[in-house]
């Protein structure tokens, strides 16, 4: 799966694999996700979108079914490093 650094203020990557409808994307706090069902159309958007975090709410979040492949890092963690 081929990720895509993203220009945004919330999401650090997006992935996107056509044939099974599969979206990842990363967020700046650690957090990843897996979104299934999203289709194409709705990938090719949130590129397009001026906020990407903003198409994430409004148009993928609560959506779509997904598994969470990372947690955010706590700040305490991130302080400790």
Do not use: W
Not at 8 to 13: F, K
Not at 25 to 38: E, I, K, N, S, T
Not at 44 to 49: G, H, N, V
């Amino acid at each position: 799966m081929k990720r895509l650094s993203v220009a945004s203020s919330t999401l650090v990557s997006v992935a996107y694999v056509a044939d099974q409808a599969l979206l990842e994307l990363q967020f700046r706090d650690g957090a990843a996700y897996r979104f299934f069902d999203v289709p194409l159309t709705c990938f090719q958007q949130l590129l397009a979108a001026d906020s990407k975090g903003g198409f994430f709410n409004h148009h993928i979040r609560n959506r779509f079914p997904h598994q969470q492949l990372a947690k955010p890092v706590s700040n305490r963690s991130e302080q400790t490093k």
